[in-house]
């Protein structure tokens, strides 16, 4: 992974939440585009345009195959997460009094489109609280489950805390319910395997930057032929096969979905980033986190003043070690760390304001890992976590 800059010492790169390190392959996609073929895909007939657009259909293949969706056409390429949830919130046809489920521990980018729909069509927003130790309650899902719940939105895997919901049961639960399902996935494509088709799920965000790809590339997945019936969010050139001055006929998806020129490099990167990810395999990468998670919570577990953000047990929170220390700001703890040892944590309220504000807790840190952390890197950060809280 590329991660030593010029002159610059090494670096443990633990805020994989945030955004990971790249491999020499995804890059080397990236350029591929701007040293070999950079054009226009699908508008002009020439050789270069041809290629443009091969690769770009090469990389939806690697996706699909990624997310084993039933066909390349159930991914629309978007800029991000965000995209892809407003997409599904501005495209699905709400109305006034429909409701949409989320949970109390949703990012921003699944909170915010939803009460913005609140305020535009009167939808409702209603929130499914965490049991006490930050894990999903199945119960209060689904007492909240009724004929108005249009939608169920969750997070797959917490950006807060790591912690991964039961998505299986939450599908089948909502289904039976007649509503549709959206998971983003922004912290749980990059760890465990998503199969779209098994688990039978309406729509799926993720995004590039946190699976090893390019930022400012993401994927909305979607059932074909809801995506069929669904109205484009962002319309223009490249979502239309012809128009009049009046009317338009908007291409079949996904292209009636990616709205002007695209990231043709970002596309080629996250076919890379894609085919990199499975080619390590999510066994590998799940037992490379946990190993790294357990080492680091048997260490730091017992730091007096340290609290764990989420369930005790590391099996049910990924790569991810958040936590606070009672009256010192995170912000100082992350400074610390890398002033110290140069180790990347992030620190903060990690775009979860919502439940930070509501446990009035001011911040928390978090260690994210993935699957090219070294035991190695986990004890420089134990024990200069250890060194910290006793001069903090
Ligand atoms: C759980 C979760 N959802 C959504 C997002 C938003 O992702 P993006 O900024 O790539 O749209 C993030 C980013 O941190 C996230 O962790």
Same mark, same amino acid.
């Given at each position: 992974?590329?991660?030593?800059? $010029? &002159?610059?010492?090494?670096?443990?790169? *633990?805020?994989?939440a945030c955004q990971t390190?790249r491999?020499?392959?995804v890059?080397?996609a990236i350029?591929?585009y701007?040293?070999?073929?950079?054009?226009c895909s &699908?508008?002009?007939?020439?050789?270069?345009?041809?290629?443009?657009?091969?690769?770009c259909?090469?990389a939806r293949?690697?996706v699909?195959?990624f997310l084993?969706?039933?066909?390349?056409?159930e991914v629309v390429f978007t800029r991000n997460t965000t995209e892809g949830i407003n997409l599904v919130a501005n495209s699905?046809?709400?109305?006034?009094? !429909?409701?949409?489920?989320?949970?109390?521990? @949703?990012h921003n980018s699944n909170l915010i489109p939803?009460?913005m729909?609140?305020?535009?069509?009167?939808?409702?927003?209603?929130?499914?609280?965490?049991?006490?130790?930050?894990? %999903?309650?199945? !119960?209060? *899902?689904?007492?909240?489950? !009724?004929?108005?719940?249009?939608?169920?939105s *969750?997070g797959?895997?917490?950006n807060?805390?790591?912690?991964?919901?039961?998505?299986?049961?939450?599908?089948?639960?909502?289904?039976?319910?007649?509503?549709?399902?959206l998971l983003d996935a922004a912290q749980?494509a990059p760890?465990?395997?998503?199969?779209?088709?098994?688990?039978?799920?309406?729509f799926m965000a993720f995004s590039g930057h946190k699976m090893l790809g390019p930022s400012g590339m993401g994927v909305l997945y979607a059932?074909?032929?809801?995506l069929?019936?669904m109205?484009p969010f962002l319309v223009g050139g490249d979502t /239309?096969?012809?128009?009049?001055?009046?009317?338009?006929? %908007?291409?079949?998806p996904p292209e009636k979905f990616e709205a002007g020129l695209q990231d043709y490099a970002g596309i080629m990167g996250l076919g890379a980033a894609a085919?990199?990810?499975?080619? /390590?395999?999510?066994?590998?990468?799940?037992?490379? @986190?946990?190993?790294?998670?357990?080492?680091?919570? $048997?260490?730091?577990?017992?730091?007096?003043?340290?609290?764990?953000?989420?369930?005790?047990?590391?099996?049910?929170?990924?790569?991810?070690? $958040?936590?606070?220390? @009672?009256? /010192?700001?995170?912000?100082?703890?992350?400074?610390?760390?890398?002033?110290?040892?140069?180790?990347?944590?992030?620190?903060?309220?990690?775009c979860?304001?919502?439940? %930070?504000?509501?446990?009035?807790?001011?911040?928390? /840190?978090?260690?994210?890992?993935?699957?090219?952390?070294?035991?190695?890197?986990?004890?420089? %950060?134990?024990?200069?976590?250890?060194?910290?809280?006793?001069?903090?």
């Amino acid at each position: 992974m590329l991660q030593e800059g $010029a &002159g610059r010492k090494k670096i443990t790169y *633990f805020d994989n939440a945030c955004q990971t390190l790249r491999p020499k392959q995804v890059l080397d996609a990236i350029n591929q585009y701007y040293l070999k073929s950079s054009a226009c895909s &699908g508008r002009s007939m020439h050789q270069l345009a041809a290629e443009v657009t091969r690769e770009c259909d090469q990389a939806r293949v690697l996706v699909a195959k990624f997310l084993n969706a039933a066909k390349k056409e159930e991914v629309v390429f978007t800029r991000n997460t965000t995209e892809g949830i407003n997409l599904v919130a501005n495209s699905i046809g709400l109305q006034k009094d !429909d409701v949409v489920l989320i949970s109390d521990k @949703e990012h921003n980018s699944n909170l915010i489109p939803w009460q913005m729909m609140a305020r535009k069509h009167g939808i409702l927003v209603k929130i499914v609280p965490s049991r006490p130790d930050n894990t %999903f309650d199945l !119960d209060a *899902f689904e007492k909240l489950l !009724d004929p108005k719940v249009r939608l169920v939105s *969750f997070g797959w895997s917490s950006n807060l805390d790591g912690v991964t919901i039961p998505v299986a049961e939450i599908i089948k639960k909502a289904h039976q319910n007649g509503s549709l399902v959206l998971l983003d996935a922004a912290q749980s494509a990059p760890h465990h395997k998503a199969n779209v088709k098994a688990l039978d799920v309406d729509f799926m965000a993720f995004s590039g930057h946190k699976m090893l790809g390019p930022s400012g590339m993401g994927v909305l997945y979607a059932k074909y032929q809801l995506l069929e019936k669904m109205d484009p969010f962002l319309v223009g050139g490249d979502t /239309v096969a012809s128009s009049t001055y009046e009317t338009c006929e %908007f291409l079949p998806p996904p292209e009636k979905f990616e709205a002007g020129l695209q990231d043709y490099a970002g596309i080629m990167g996250l076919g890379a980033a894609a085919k990199y990810l499975m080619d /390590v395999g999510f066994d590998a990468i799940e037992k490379q @986190e946990l190993l790294l998670n357990e080492a680091i919570t $048997a260490e730091i577990k017992d730091i007096p003043r340290l609290k764990l953000l989420g369930p005790a047990d590391p099996r049910l929170r990924g790569g991810v070690v $958040a936590f606070t220390l @009672e009256g /010192v700001d995170s912000h100082r703890i992350a400074l610390m760390l890398d002033q110290m040892a140069a180790i990347m944590v992030r620190s903060g309220q990690h775009c979860v304001h919502s439940w %930070f504000n509501a446990h009035q807790i001011k911040g928390s /840190v978090r260690a994210s890992l993935y699957f090219y952390n070294t035991m190695e890197e986990a004890s420089l %950060f134990t024990s200069s976590l250890k060194k910290i809280g006793k001069v903090l």
